[in-house]
């Protein structure tokens, strides 16, 4: 790896006539953040896209290139315009007037931190706006540090994470939404006046509607290959809001914060609050090339094991749901490893001795294993997958109980309710959330792991569930006149819950899903190896899904099973080779009864999934080119992942519609060496079919790139996978 200095900050005190006494500038690799500010003064927003040296600063300011905007702006002084702080001091005062105090900067293996300290011109209030820019990807950090020293407590009332001001010209906001299986469709919509939000109010998982994250194509019509893009992502697993304010004649403004409704906040003196990250990225290379920046963010530490190549596993909800027992466990174990599988994960429906997990209105809480159903335990299944050279993983849903449960009977006050009304339950009719905000309540959730793991350490892999919104708002465990801090309180419990647990257990790998795709944040991804998409396996479905998700996810964390033909969701009947087609853009899995499969489905499986552990580095570690998208509505999809040298890629092309005489335009490749030539292999052909007329044959990364190919996709359900090699 060559190493160059990626990172560039400097503050420069200019001496010489100019604007601004200081000049902020934080770099990345190839792009950079620029602060100005004149001594006691408020921080000014300057700019933010392609890298600029210091030389060039004074040409952003002299051309008016810079914006000049506030860089945070808190409600009081200037009440005009929307903002991203806003607090009541205790003597009832509602403004803020915060000047640039002092600056530090700090220097960590991986980044480069600068705080700038602002403070109030009267009170004792001081925020630190922390940004930490990345040095291997294009990804600057911010968030905010509230403190002050004011006698009693000030009310946070709102409290964004950062704020981003954009030149206001055609931009457009791409951005995800969906609901239970259908989780994570792509809107992107230009922006007009006023305010585009975009909020989640679910309470114990953020990513069910909307996502916190936002593509912003700065030329118009978002491109995935080219155009500035920048993106921008809240790392939090709670309520938030994103608003893109456009009441300015020259501006965009993006704000980004933890959801404030029923969320104030009260900040006792000399306590601090921390804001969840805003992680910011620009990109030339349009939506493609700022969701490769999000990638590699996230595998250098966003994701827990990042680094790690993950297994091929078997999952047995669709192929049992709750219809857990030995036998059949030790038959889809013993299907799965003949596959070539390596890992099989038991879900729903193993658990509860005096209620057993039969149906869905019990159980949760008694993480105890049902000795009706499994008679020689969780140890007698892991010496099963031993046998069958396979690891073994386990589901659980340790934030909510049902009130059909030993936990319940022993610690009502524990759950999430209002004393004096009936609660509402969710799923069963009898499902109920934890108060996580309560330190005993984060004890037990860490010790359902930790019991878990201390009885049968060959446990290798967690689903770790979620499928209740926040409901009943009122916990016994916060005092009366902090009841409004549950929602930020829950997620802060759930974080170091999450955070003790990845101290003892790193090696363990961990699943997040929430009811589906509900937990796909960067909120818990830094705990978490995966996330599970969507309960939707339908593979003509999950093209959109993971279209979207890989905006911001690389596919490394996207869990992708291969299911039943009909599917359950849809009762589409889709042939295998479709089905995996899909499936092996990400982290390939199954999630089907093998015993209903026919002997050509399992031979085709067989195979494929030895073909994708030929291909699974560039897959879980290659750089995305996305080309041509299913929203586009062009009949056909196309994605490619290609290694950082650009030697190897794998490239994926599927027919999303199918009728007489239709036309396909040339796939253009993206991404490849342009000088250099590739050897196409056409992999994952089904027995007794052949490879099409371009497999073997050697191109130019040019011609691959601005000609393109024609592949034949004539049957409906029609999908081609290539690999590509560099011939020397
Ligand atoms: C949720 C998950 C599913 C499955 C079930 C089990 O719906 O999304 O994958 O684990 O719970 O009850």
Not at 673 to 689: F, H, M, Q, S, W
């Amino acid at each position: 790896m060559k190493k160059i200095c990626l990172l560039c900050v400097a503050f420069i005190a200019t001496l010489t006539a100019k604007a601004w006494d200081y000049d902020i500038l934080i770099s990345t690799r190839n792009t950079s953040l620029l602060f100005s500010a004149n001594q006691g003064e408020e921080l000014r927003f300057s700019y933010y896209g392609d890298k600029i040296t210091p030389a060039q600063i004074g040409q952003v300011h002299d051309a008016w290139i810079g914006m000049n905007r506030p860089a945070y702006p808190a409600f009081g002084m200037d009440c005009t315009r929307s903002h991203a702080l806003q607090v009541v001091h205790p003597d009832g005062n509602m403004t803020l007037d915060l000047v640039v105090d002092h600056i530090e900067e700090r220097d960590t293996e991986n980044a480069t931190l600068t705080i700038i300290t602002l403070k109030d011109k009267v009170y004792p209030f001081f925020v630190k706006m922390n940004y930490n820019a990345y040095k291997n990807s294009d990804i600057i950090e911010l968030w905010t540090e509230i403190l002050h020293t004011e006698k009693k407590a000030v009310t946070l009332q709102r409290f964004d994470s950062g704020c981003l001001p954009i030149r206001r010209a055609d931009v457009w906001v791409s951005h995800l939404s969906g609901n239970w299986i259908s989780e994570t469709y792509v809107t992107a919509e230009p922006l007009q006046r006023g305010m585009k939000v975009i909020k989640n109010t679910d309470g114990a998982r953020n990513a069910q509607g909307a996502h916190p994250e936002v593509m912003l194509s700065l030329d118009g019509k978002p491109q995935e290959n080219e155009g500035r893009v920048i993106g921008a992502a809240l790392c939090w697993s709670g309520n938030y809001k994103i608003r893109i304010d456009t009441e300015d004649h020259h501006s965009h403004t993006l704000f980004a914060g933890i959801n404030e409704e029923a969320s104030e906040y009260k900040l006792e003196p000399k306590t601090t609050f921390t804001t969840p990250k805003l992680a910011i990225t620009y990109s030339e290379e349009g939506l493609s090339g700022a969701s490769r920046n999000f990638h590699r963010w996230a595998r250098n530490g966003q994701i827990h094991g990042g680094d790690k190549q993950r297994d091929i596993l078997l999952n047995s909800w669709e192929g049992v749901y709750l219809d857990v027992n030995e036998q059949e466990m030790e038959n889809m174990m013993r299907e799965i490893a003949a596959m070539g599988g390596e890992l099989f994960v038991m879900d729903d429906g193993w658990f509860g001795d005096k209620y057993p997990r039969d149906h869905d209105n019990s159980s949760l809480g008694d993480w105890v294993v049902n000795k009706r159903k499994l008679p020689h335990g969780v140890e007698g299944l892991i010496a099963t997958a031993r046998k069958y050279g396979i690891k073994f993983g386990i589901w659980i849903e340790p934030e909510s109980t049902n009130t059909r449960s030993e936990l319940y009977e022993k610690h009502p006050d524990w759950v999430i309710r209002v004393p004096n009304r009936e609660p509402r339950y969710g799923r069963g009719g009898t499902q109920i959330l934890l108060d996580l905000s309560n330190p005993k309540v984060q004890d037990f959730v860490f010790g359902v792991v930790d019991d878990l793991m201390t009885k049968y350490p060959g446990i290798a892999y967690m689903k770790w569930d979620a499928n209740l919104p926040l409901f009943n708002y009122g916990s016994s465990y916060l005092p009366k006149d902090k009841q409004s801090h549950l929602y930020v309180e829950y997620h802060k419990g759930l974080e170091k819950t999450l955070q003790r647990i990845r101290a003892k257990y790193p090696d363990l790998v961990m699943q997040a899903c929430g009811g589906g795709g509900g937990r796909t944040s960067y909120g818990v991804m830094p705990a978490f190896e995966e996330f599970w998409l969507s309960d939707n396996t339908d593979a003509m479905q999950r093209i959109y899904m993971q279209w979207g998700t890989s905006y911001f996810y690389p596919s490394i964390a996207m869990a992708q099973h291969v299911s039943a033909a009909p599917n359950h969701q849809t009762g589409k009947s889709i042939p295998i080779k479709f089905r995996f087609d899909v499936a092996m853009t990400g982290r390939l899995g199954m999630e089907i009864q093998p015993k209903d499969m026919n002997e050509k489905e399992k031979a085709f499986a067989k195979k494929a999934i030895a073909t994708y552990k030929d291909i699974r580095p560039v897959i879980q570690f290659g750089d995305l080119y996305r080309l041509v998208s299913p929203f586009d509505k062009k009949e056909v999809a196309s994605l490619m992942y290609c290694t950082p040298e650009k030697d190897c890629a794998v490239f994926f092309a599927y027919k999303l519609d199918h009728y007489a005489n239709q036309v396909i335009a040339p796939f253009r490749m993206a991404g490849l060496d342009a000088t250099k030539y590739y050897r196409l292999r056409e992999i994952n052909v089904p027995d007794g079919e052949k490879p099409c007329h371009l497999d073997g044959k050697v191109v130019s990364g040019k011609l691959l790139m601005t000609v393109g190919l024609d592949i034949p996709l004539h049957k409906e359900y029609a999908s081609r996978v290539f690999e590509l090699n560099v011939v020397n």
